[in-house]
């Protein structure tokens, strides 16, 4: 998921580790796994700030660890991030060196054509254990967070659950990719949103529906491990991933790119140095503030041992882009991702937000063509890196486990026009505890000159009951569910008191609903003057 690095300023991210070494720090721990780059981010449980964790010889840059691996036979040499690249040029590099493996672990229908000697998935355990051993020890971890990709989520969440169950760590908690993206840059729930991630060799597209809004539940990470234990076949606490719209993609990414670049110079280039050297320049040019016409001078290696200088302009830069095709590609792209989506009653207008990840999205030509595609749409650039590490600790606040509700909650009222009272759902099954937000609820008078109202709570039967027919002496369900029942509490109803009295129909109470750390259903009441007339505790939920 993550590209070429940009020209980021780390200093919002970044606390001075030197005022930390005295003493470690204990929190939380945010691996995502990139095709081309590997973020570390780590949360201390009494800062707000994260921290890009940075490793000698293995980061590239505070938080950022190239997803390269050497490991060389006999000697089972083994090394990654910075330490695998400069290996890269080595005698039986075919072998030994390994990188784009991550987008094949867990994906049975892209085939490895590589010759290396390990496999994507033993390839990702070799660079996951080695990168697990190296975090400094001033750090220590509670809690880990993984990001999953959600087209590969299953076989992918499988590799992760064989890998971690040794890790010397109490809680382990999976996301997926889409969803941790959107929540790092505060998308709401529910929303639609189509990512363009142009990573170092890939191009991917996708429209994602991530999960709740419009009372549903929320996204919420899978627990892996808790207190030590290994829960992935019996936690409660399943993952909801975003849905996928649809999808559409290549293998053409940055590499690509600075090849062009060098390409545009010296045809026929032969040394490896001249890409770092183009990848370099091309960041420099995704920057903003860059002006179009000033041109920058860049030294590639044209001999053995002789530079020859040449000079590239953002105009320049947009000229090898658009003649090596790379805007009629991604056109082709978007109609096939739009066409998709559109047989499952989807176009262009009914998204909510479109997200640039990856560094190949951050050139401007890519936003302003993006931006005329689909101009009504807004537009968000997360920093490149560490979007979708942020997203996923943000799922998991500080180091505390949300529950789920293992039944609804509904309060009973009474429906004027049928005459009859009915049961309206205020919290569902599924959704985390405690809330962060209320659930608010307006009630009007069931009858004229009403003072006193009832609040009657609840709760859905664990167990839903299903009708069985037989036939043949075999049971079957019948085509038609009974729906769920609902058992009201035992407990007293809350009486609410009001000094004004209404009429039938007129809104006149305000209930804002929440449930605590302890498991109690809360309510604040206010009238339709919005003057505060309480809170009671309706009764635990446990």
């Given at each position: 998921?993550?590209?070429?690095?940009?020209?980021i300023?780390?200093?919002?991210?970044?606390?001075?580790?030197?005022?930390?070494?005295?003493?470690?720090?204990?929190?939380?721990?945010?691996?995502?796994?990139?095709?081309?780059?590997?973020?570390?981010i780590?949360?201390d449980?009494?800062?707000?700030?994260?921290?890009?964790?940075?490793?000698?010889?293995?980061?590239?840059?505070?938080?950022?660890?190239?997803?390269?691996?050497?490991?060389?036979?006999?000697?089972?040499?083994?090394?990654?991030?910075?330490?695998?690249?400069k290996?890269?040029?080595?005698?039986?590099?075919?072998?030994?060196?390994?990188?784009?493996?991550?987008?094949?672990?867990?994906?049975?229908?892209?085939?490895n054509?590589?010759?290396?000697?390990?496999?994507p998935?033993?390839?990702?355990?070799?660079?996951?254990?080695?990168?697990?051993?190296?975090?400094?020890?001033?750090?220590?971890v509670?809690?880990?967070?993984?990001?999953?990709?959600?087209?590969?989520?299953?076989?992918?969440?499988?590799?992760?659950?064989?890998?971690c169950?040794?890790?010397?760590?109490?809680?382990?908690?999976?996301?997926?990719?889409?969803?941790?993206?959107?929540?790092?840059?505060?998308?709401?729930?529910?929303?639609?949103?189509?990512?363009?991630?142009?990573?170092?060799?890939?191009?991917?597209?996708?429209?994602?529906?991530?999960?709740?809004?419009?009372?549903?539940?929320?996204?919420?990470?899978?627990?892996?491990?808790?207190?030590?234990?290994?829960?992935s076949?019996?936690?409660?606490?399943?993952?909801?991933?975003?849905?996928?719209?649809?999808?559409?993609?290549?293998?053409?990414?940055?590499?690509?790119?600075?090849q062009?670049?060098?390409?545009?110079?010296?045809?026929?280039?032969?040394?490896p140095?001249?890409?770092?050297?183009?990848?370099?320049?091309?960041?420099?040019?995704?920057?903003?503030?860059?002006?179009?016409?000033?041109?920058?001078?860049?030294?590639?290696?044209?001999e053995?041992?002789?530079?020859?200088?040449?000079?590239?302009?953002?105009?320049?830069?947009?000229?090898?882009?658009?003649?090596?095709?790379?805007?009629?590609?991604?056109?082709?792209?978007?109609?096939?991702?739009?066409?998709?989506?559109?047989?499952?009653?989807?176009?262009a207008?009914?998204?909510?937000?479109?997200?640039?990840?990856?560094?190949?999205?951050?050139?401007?030509?890519?936003?302003?063509?993006?931006?005329?595609?689909?101009?009504?749409?807004?537009?968000?650039?997360?920093?490149?890196?560490?979007?979708?590490?942020?997203?996923?600790?943000?799922?998991?606040?500080?180091?505390?486990?949300?529950?789920?509700?293992?039944?609804?909650?509904?309060?009973?009222?009474?429906?004027?026009?049928?005459q009859?009272?009915?049961?309206?759902?205020?919290?569902?099954?599924?959704?985390?505890?405690?809330?962060?937000?209320?659930?608010?609820?307006?009630l009007?008078?069931?009858?004229?000159?009403?003072k006193?109202?009832?609040?009657?709570?609840?709760?859905?039967?664990?167990?839903?009951?299903?009708?069985?027919?037989?036939?043949?002496?075999?049971?079957k369900?019948?085509?038609?569910?009974?729906?769920?029942?609902?058992?009201?509490?035992?407990?007293?109803?809350l009486k609410?008191?009001?000094?004004?009295?209404?009429?039938?129909?007129?809104?006149n109470?305000?209930?804002?609903?929440?449930?605590?750390?302890?498991?109690?259903?809360?309510?604040?009441?206010?009238?339709r003057?919005?003057?505060?007339?309480?809170?009671?505790?309706?009764?635990?939920?446990?």
């Open positions: 998921m993550i590209g070429p690095i940009q020209n300023n780390y200093k919002k991210h970044l606390i001075d580790l030197k005022n930390y070494m005295k003493e470690s720090l204990s929190g939380t721990l945010a691996i995502d796994l990139g095709n081309t780059n590997t973020v570390v780590f949360q449980q009494k800062e707000t700030n994260p921290i890009l964790v940075e490793i000698p010889n293995i980061t590239s840059y505070p938080g950022v660890i190239p997803t390269a691996v050497w490991f060389e036979k006999p000697s089972k040499d083994l090394k990654i991030g910075m330490s695998a690249l290996m890269r040029d080595s005698s039986n590099t075919d072998l030994f060196f390994h990188s784009n493996f991550k987008r094949l672990i867990g994906n049975p229908i892209e085939k054509y590589q010759k290396n000697i390990l496999n998935a033993e390839c990702g355990e070799k660079f996951f254990r080695f990168l697990w051993e190296n975090i400094p020890k001033e750090y220590q509670k809690r880990l967070i993984i990001s999953a990709p959600i087209d590969t989520y299953k076989g992918y969440r499988e590799w992760l659950v064989n890998l169950g040794e890790l010397a760590v109490d809680e382990i908690a999976l996301v997926d990719e889409p969803t941790a993206a959107s929540l790092g840059i505060n998308v709401p729930f529910g929303s639609k949103i189509l990512t363009l991630d142009i990573g170092g060799s890939t191009i991917d597209m996708n429209i994602v529906k991530i999960e709740g809004g419009e009372g549903k539940s929320g996204p919420i990470a899978e627990l892996l491990k808790f207190n030590g234990n290994n829960v076949s019996i936690s409660k606490q399943k993952i909801r991933c975003a849905e996928i719209i649809s999808k559409a993609g290549s293998k053409i990414g940055g590499k690509d790119i600075d062009w670049i060098v390409d545009y110079f010296i045809p026929g280039n032969k040394y140095i001249n890409l770092l050297t183009a990848e370099q320049i091309k960041c420099k040019l995704s920057s903003s503030k860059i002006k179009y016409e000033d041109e920058y001078p860049v030294k590639f290696l044209i053995e041992y002789q530079e020859k200088e040449f000079f590239l302009s953002k105009e320049i830069f947009e000229k090898i882009i658009i003649e090596n095709n790379l805007l009629n590609h991604l056109n082709a792209l978007l109609k096939d991702l739009l066409n998709e989506a559109r047989g499952k009653f989807l176009t207008d009914d998204l909510d937000v479109i997200i640039l990840v990856g560094g190949g999205s951050q050139i401007p030509l890519i936003k302003e063509w993006i931006t005329k595609k689909i101009a009504k749409v807004q537009i968000k650039t997360p920093p490149p890196i560490e979007s979708i590490a942020l997203g996923a600790l943000s799922m998991t606040p500080g180091v505390k486990i949300k529950d789920i509700l293992t039944k609804g909650l509904s309060i009973r009222l009474f429906n004027k026009r049928e009859k009272h009915f049961w309206h759902p205020i919290f569902c099954k599924g959704q985390t505890w405690p809330t962060e937000n209320p659930f608010k609820l307006i009007q008078a069931s009858k004229n000159n009403q006193i109202f009832e609040i009657i709570i609840g709760e859905t039967k664990k167990d839903r009951e299903y009708d069985v027919i037989y036939e043949n002496g075999l049971p369900l019948s085509e038609v569910q009974s729906e769920e029942a609902i058992l009201k509490w035992e407990k007293e109803p609410i008191t009001i000094k004004n009295k209404f009429n039938l129909g007129e809104d109470l305000i209930l804002f609903f929440n449930i605590s750390k302890k498991a109690d259903l809360l309510v604040k009441c206010f009238d003057k919005d003057e505060f007339l309480g809170e009671y505790n309706l009764g635990n939920i446990s």
